[in-house]
């Protein structure tokens, strides 16, 4: 049966869309209904709907020979718009869906105190239909549109409980900090479009080959020039939407006042889509080092792999020092998105599979340990660790799963992280930067110190006030206790998962020929 045809291949559009269309019906829904309860139903539905849709996508995605194309409103690429899937891509746009989904159910009880909420879900629908965009598209135009509606959701969501006077000055720096990385990336697009006359990803990959796209041709400028100068805005403006060191700045803030589900989907899904951005154009577009323009990528690497080693010792060192849990647990995640990145600039399959194997299992952990703060921080009121002491002892299902996130997060064998960090080291190694596996052991160290002083307060100290009664909800719980058996699993079947999951997706990023040859194909047959 010929993939192009079949009905199903509308999927991938539905994604975006039905989490579009439900952001702007759902303050109507609400305006009729006036009920809380009828707004929480139905963005659980909608999460729950959009998981299984992108499982479609990544089932789709695993049994095909070449990415999957939509092409909207059937025109050919690269005339129109159209999404391109790979494993790779489909890979996180099912991560993606988890997070959103685990998050619309812990939020019907998490955010009870909280007044609006309808906004609150509004947004929360956005920033998925600008996550799940991103992955998908196959056009640069559209994915700064994508980036723009994921991110200026994610400026509302920050500041979503505007009487916390932390949450509106996160936003504030959160959104004047990225309205300069989207600039900067617009500023990309234009040289990029001035020089290949195209904004196709798949036809840029082939300019940049030299070949002949069906409608644009050949190339229109200088395209070493434009390529070095496009490539060096794009890793930096992600570099910022990523929080790799110097850029990181913004992000502690932004967590600290956010609700917690916020910075679960932030940690895991958004950071990942900036650094998933960096490597399309890096290795799909650029083809890596053995490509065309392997001067202009080899010195991007290296620029990742340094930022990659300071965001690790940077963030761990800063880890230690902090009293609020939720900037604790912030630092952390600029740690792991080093490691993602170091990753990245290896530059050879095995430190992409790092990557991308890191990438999941930091985005399991860190929801892990975000749902875990947010349950004390619900009972008690308080972010301070002072405040938080004994909690754990009356929350126990939450406290396991503190644990089991913070060890699993360290790098503590069997767990999952420690897996991808295993994976790093040896990517490491084979490339001949041992040196640098220090640094990977001494974050891992020093994050280990930081996460045992939370669990140490919350468990281990006397309360120095006293508590109120704490009751584990179900809602709240559930996910914890999925999140904490997810890292378990994925930690001892790693061996099974980085080769039938983990390298085929590897294998689609790096396959510059297939994505062309798709993209051509359908192109032709639409000229037809």
């Given amino acids: 049966m010929n993939l192009e045809y079949t009905p199903i291949l509308h999927v991938p559009a539905l994604v975006p869309i039905l989490a579009v269309g439900s952001a702007f019906a759902l303050p109507l829904i609400h305006l009729v209904t006036k009920s809380r309860k009828v707004c929480e139903y139905f963005v659980v539905t909608i999460t729950g709907i959009e998981l299984v849709l992108t499982t479609i996508v990544l089932?789709?995605?695993?049994?095909?020979?070449?990415?999957?194309?939509?092409?909207?409103?059937?025109?050919?690429?690269?005339?129109?718009?159209?999404?391109?899937?790979?494993?790779?891509?489909?890979?996180?746009?099912?991560?993606a869906a988890v997070l959103f989904f685990t998050a619309a159910l812990y939020s019907t009880k998490y955010l009870e105190k909280d007044y609006g909420v309808e906004w609150y879900y509004t947004l929360l629908l956005g920033f998925e239909a600008g996550i799940v965009g991103c992955a998908y598209t196959g056009d640069i135009f559209n994915l700064f549109v994508m980036f723009e509606v994921l991110s200026i959701s994610a400026y509302a969501l920050v500041a979503f409980r505007k009487d916390v006077p932390e949450a509106v000055e996160g936003s504030?720096?959160?959104?004047?900090?990225?309205?300069?990385?989207?600039?900067?990336?617009?500023?990309?697009?234009?040289?990029?479009?001035?020089?290949?006359?195209?904004?196709?990803?798949?036809?840029?990959?082939?300019?940049?080959?030299?070949?002949?796209?069906?409608?644009?041709?050949?190339?229109?400028?200088?395209?070493?020039?434009?390529?070095?100068?496009?490539?060096?805005?794009?890793?930096?403006?992600?570099?910022?939407?990523?929080?790799?060191?110097?850029?990181?700045?913004?992000?502690?803030?932004?967590?600290?006042g956010a609700p917690v589900t916020f910075s679960a989907i932030s940690s895991g899904a958004a950071v990942n889509i900036s650094l998933y951005i960096i490597a399309r154009y890096l290795y799909t577009i650029l083809q890596g080092r053995d490509g065309p323009a392997a001067p202009t990528v080899e010195a991007v690497l290296i620029a990742l792999v340094v930022m990659g080693c300071l965001s690790a010792i940077v963030g761990s060192v800063l880890m230690i020092v902090q009293k609020d849990i939720n900037r604790l647990i912030a630092y952390s995640t600029i740690v792991n998105s080093g490691y993602i990145a170091i990753g990245l600039g290896i530059g050879t399959p095995l430190g992409i599979v790092a990557a991308l194997f890191h990438m999941i299992n930091h985005a399991v952990a860190k929801a892990l340990l975000f749902f875990c703060a947010g349950n004390y921080v619900h009972v008690v009121?308080?972010?301070?660790?002072?405040?938080?002491?004994?909690?754990?002892?009356?929350?126990?299902?939450?406290?396991?799963?503190?644990?089991?996130?913070?060890?699993?997060?360290?790098?503590?064998?069997?767990?999952?992280?420690?897996?991808?960090?295993?994976?790093?080291?040896?990517?490491?190694?084979?490339?001949?930067?041992?040196?640098?596996?220090?640094?990977?052991?001494?974050?891992?160290?020093?994050?280990?110190?930081?996460?045992?002083?939370?669990i140490y307060n919350v468990y281990c100290r006397a309360p120095v006030k006293k508590l109120p009664e704490a009751r584990e909800h179900p809602l709240m719980a559930y996910p914890v206790i999925a999140y904490a058996i997810t890292c378990i699993v994925f930690g001892l079947l790693a061996p099974i998962l980085v080769p039938t999951a983990i390298e085929p997706a590897v294998t689609d990023l790096l396959n510059t020929d297939n994505y062309i040859k798709a993209a051509m194909e359908i192109a032709e047959k639409l000229l037809r």
């Fill in 59 to 95: 089932h789709l995605a695993y049994t095909s020979t070449k990415p999957i194309i939509y092409t909207f409103g059937a025109w050919p690429p690269p005339v129109g718009i159209v999404y391109e899937i790979d494993r790779f891509s489909a890979l996180l746009g099912v991560l």
């Fill in 172 to 256: 504030l720096k959160y959104a004047i900090v990225g309205s300069v990385a989207t600039t900067i990336y617009f500023i990309a697009i234009t040289f990029i479009y001035g020089s290949f006359g195209t904004l196709n990803m798949a036809d840029l990959a082939a300019k940049v080959r030299g070949l002949t796209f069906p409608v644009t041709g050949t190339a229109l400028g200088n395209v070493h020039v434009a390529t070095g100068i496009a490539l060096a805005l794009i890793v930096w403006a992600f570099s910022i939407e990523a929080a790799l060191v110097p850029n990181h700045f913004w992000l502690p803030d932004a967590y600290v």
């Fill in 381 to 454: 009121g308080s972010r301070d660790l002072d405040d938080l002491a004994g909690v754990g002892k009356k929350m126990p299902l939450t406290t396991i799963g503190l644990v089991v996130g913070a060890l699993a997060l360290a790098g503590v064998p069997p767990l999952n992280c420690f897996m991808s960090k295993l994976i790093l080291a040896q990517a490491l190694f084979e490339a001949n930067l041992t040196p640098l596996i220090a640094v990977i052991v001494f974050a891992s160290v020093l994050s280990l110190m930081a996460y045992l002083k939370i």
